[in-house]
């Protein structure tokens, strides 16, 4: 079993910056794809940004590509998602997920191959 627990959400600014970290404990993460997904009230869950155990992959949704950045410390059993320029549409519940993973480069953008689940992390961000 692996644990997850989110933590950095918060209220900021549109333009603003959010860190959110994904802990682990249970296992270590060094086998696991860690994806991060969000959902906005009265929307369904959508992928946001996934990287691959080896953190040589890592793939972002378009509506996120060039603001967020992932990151991970395996030593730390740590996935950190750094959120640049935010804007209004980013609100949301901010969930990190792991899957296991045989092969190093993988990391899944569809929330059915997760195995692990955090509870999430609000993100607000004001106009």
């Known amino acids: 079993q692996v644990q997850l627990v989110e933590s950095g959400g918060g209220l900021v600014q549109a333009g603003g910056s959010l860190r959110l970290s994904c802990a682990a404990s249970?296992?270590?993460?060094?086998?696991?794809?860690i994806g991060w997904f969000r959902q906005a009230r009265g929307k369904e869950r959508e992928f946001v940004v996934a990287?691959?155990?080896?953190?040589?992959?890592?793939y972002y949704a378009d509506s996120v590509k060039g603001r967020f950045t992932i990151s991970r410390d395996n030593a730390k059993n740590t996935v950190n998602l750094q959120m640049n320029s935010l804007k209004p549409e980013d609100t949301a519940v901010y969930y990190c997920?792991?899957?296991?993973?045989?092969?190093?480069?993988?990391?899944?953008?569809?929330?059915?191959?997760?195995?692990?689940w955090g509870q999430g992390t609000q993100v607000t961000v004001s106009s």
């Open positions: 997920a792991a899957n296991f993973q045989t092969t190093y480069h993988i990391a899944s953008m569809y929330s059915d191959d997760y195995d692990y």
């Open positions: 990287i691959s155990w080896s953190a040589g992959s890592t």
């Open positions: 249970g296992r270590t993460l060094s086998s696991y794809a």
